[in-house]
C-alpha cells in the first residue's frame, strides 16, 4: 500500500543551524505532499504543500520540494529558531483514491 | 475564530467504562475525521465522516463508534472493547472529502485518554 518514510528523530540542533527532514513516499498514483508541525500538546497545523512534481512549497522559511524522480519531499530550513522545537510529519494525499497517509513523524529539538 | 475544538483535554477512564469525545468545528466543512496518535507512529484513521448522518470505518474501528447528527460536530465514544484506548486522539475536519488528498485539514488540539 501507500506509504511515507520520515527520518528518525529525535533531531536536536543548535540554534541557526541548518536542518534537513528527509521524507520520501511511495509513487503510485499523482499524490499531493505535505509537511504537518505539531507543536508540544496540540493538534497538527498544515506547514506547506506541493500538489506535482517540481512544486516547492515554501512557508515561516521552511521549504520541500516536490522530487518526482527520487519519490522525496525533504523539508529544510537554513536557521532554526528555538521556537521551531515541534514534531514534523510528512504526508502524502493519494489523488483520486482520497486517502491520506501520515509518516510516523520527526522530533525536532532547537537548543540555544 | 473559525476553527476545530475538542474537549476534554484530558480524560481518564476505568476499565469497562464509555468514553465520548468532543469534536466541534465552525468552518462549514462538510467532512470530518478522527485519529489515534501513539507514540512513535503516525497518525490512524479511526472513522471518517462525508457528509452529516453518513460515517465510515477507517482503519483501526474496532471499539469506537461515532454519530454525524450535525454538521458541526463528530463526538466519538470509545467503548469497553477497544482493548489498548490510551492515546492522544485528533479530530479533524477538511472541506470535503473529495479533496481531501489535496487541501489542507484542520486538526482539534487533541484529547489526551488514559485508562486507569
Known amino acids: 500500500g501507500d506509504s511515507v518514510t520520515q527520518m528518525e528523530g529525535p533531531v536536536t540542533l543548535s540554534e541557526e543551524a541548518f536542518l534537513t527532514i528527509n521524507c520520501t513516499y511511495t509513487a503510485t498514483g499523482y499524490p499531493s505532499l505535505f509537511w504537518y508541525v505539531q507543536y508540544p500538546g496540540e493538534g497538527l497545523q498544515l506547514l506547506l504543500k506541493?500538489?506535482?512534481?517540481?512544486d516547492k512549497g515554501s512557508n515561516k522559511g521552511f521549504e520541500a520540494t516536490y522530487r518526482k524522480e527520487t519519490t522525496s519531499f525533504h523539508l529544510e530550513k537554513g536557521s532554526v529558531q528555538v521556537s521551531d522545537s515541534a514534531v514534523y510529519f510528512c504526508?502524502?494525499?493519494?489523488?483520486?483514491?482520497?486517502?491520506?497517509?501520515f509518516g510516523t513523524g520527526t522530533k525536532l529539538q532547537v537548543i540555544p | 475564530d473559525g476553527g476545530i475544538t475538542q474537549s476534554p483535554k484530558y480524560l481518564f477512564r476505568k476499565e469497562g467504562q464509555n468514553v465520548t469525545l468532543s469534536c466541534e468545528q465552525n468552518l462549514n466543512h462538510d467532512a470530518m475525521y478522527w485519529y489515534r496518535q501513539d507514540p512513535g507512529q503516525g497518525l490512524r484513521l479511526i472513522y471518517y465522516?462525508?457528509?452529516?448522518?453518513?460515517?465510515q470505518k477507517g482503519d483501526i474501528a474496532e471499539g469506537y463508534s461515532v454519530s454525524r447528527e450535525k454538521k458541526e460536530s463528530f463526538p466519538l465514544t470509545v467503548t469497553s472493547a477497544q482493548k489498548n484506548p490510551t492515546a492522544f486522539y485528533l479530530c479533524?475536519?477538511?472541506?470535503?472529502?473529495?479533496?481531501?488528498?489535496?487541501?489542507?485539514?484542520?486538526f482539534g488540539q487533541g484529547t489526551r485518554l488514559t485508562v486507569v
Open positions: 465522516s462525508q457528509i452529516v448522518n453518513d460515517f
Open positions: 479533524a475536519s477538511s472541506i470535503d472529502w473529495d479533496r481531501y488528498s489535496n487541501t489542507e485539514a484542520f
Open positions: 504526508v502524502r494525499g493519494s489523488g483520486g483514491y482520497q486517502k491520506v497517509t
Open positions: 506541493a500538489t506535482k512534481a517540481d
